[in-house]
Nanobody, 123 residues
Framework: QVQPVESGGGSVQAGGSLTLSCTTA????????MGWFRQAPGKEREGVAG???????EYAASVRGRFKISKDNAKAILTLQMNNLKPEDTAMYYC?????????????????WGQGIQVTVSS
């Protein structure tokens, strides 16, 4: 089964930037909603950013203005640009996909998940 694969995670100091990528080959970006989710130790997974089939985007309040989600359908890549990172952004980040239209930050509506990648922000 085709599975999205995340890359670009790592460790950075507070105030720094990271760009996460997710290969989405096999999933038509014009048909699939895509999103980024994260889970910190001891916390529930939460929606970070989502992008609809028409490129409409939505962000969690905690990252709005700092993170940007985008996709390149031709290259089959989903990207999350993360700026001004904070220690509270430390988490495992997952990309997820679902066919059709759905609430962008509702993880229960996504059924295709990557394995996740760690992002650590030190103070």
């Amino acid at each position: 089964q085709v599975q999205p694969v995340e890359s670009g995670g790592g460790s950075v100091q507070a105030g720094g930037s990271l760009t996460l990528s997710c290969t989405t080959a096999g999933f038509d970006g014009s048909l699939f909603t895509m999103g980024w989710f994260r889970q910190a130790p001891g916390k529930e997974r939460e929606g970070v950013a989502g992008i609809a089939v028409n490129d409409y985007t939505e962000y969690a309040a905690s990252v709005r203005g700092r993170f940007k989600i985008s996709k390149d359908n031709a290259k089959a890549i989903l990207t999350l640009q993360m700026n001004n990172l904070k220690p509270e952004d430390t988490a495992m980040y997952y990309c997820a996909l679902a066919r059709g239209w759905l609430p962008l930050l509702d993880e229960d509506r996504y059924h295709i998940w990557g394995q996740g990648i760690q992002v650590t922000v030190s103070s």
